[in-house]
Nanobody, 119 residues
Framework: QVQLVESGGGLVQPGGSLRLSCTAS????????MGWYRQAQGKERELVAA???????TYADPVKGRFVISRDNAKRTVYLQMNSLKPEDTAVYYC?????????????WGQGTQVTVSS
């Protein structure tokens, strides 16, 4: 079992910035693809950004050019730097850790952190 602990959410004005952090309990953190998802009220959860253990990052179209995902394997932490925030970015943001092997798929979620963009 992998525990994910998120932090960094809060209330910010439009155009502002926030940085989310997610720290994992697993010593094999570096093997996981880490992702940030969000779920706005009344909507389905959607992928925001993902970063594999090696290779290029992925971003949802609405956040391209504004959000940056990064990871520090030594600290077992993944970050989401969110810039130029818009009211439509308001949602609960969830950290995800995923790993597929030849015999099993692992999928873990954090508890979520609220991000509210409002003046």
């Amino acid at each position: 079992q992998v525990q994910l602990v998120e932090s960094g959410g809060g209330l910010v004005q439009p155009g502002g910035s926030l940085r989310l952090s997610c720290t994992a309990s697993a010593s094999i953190f570096s093997m996981f693809t880490m992702g940030w998802y969000r779920q706005a009220q009344g909507k389905e959860r959607e992928l925001v950004a993902a970063i594999p253990s090696g290779g290029s990052t992925t971003y949802a179209d609405p956040v391209k050019g504004r959000f940056v995902i990064s990871r520090d394997n030594a600290k077992r932490t993944v970050y989401l730097q969110m810039n130029s925030l818009k009211p439509e970015d308001t949602a609960v943001y969830y950290c995800n850790a995923a790993l597929s092997t030849s015999t099993r798929t692992y999928d873990f979620w954090g508890q979520g952190t609220q991000v509210t963009v409002s003046s």
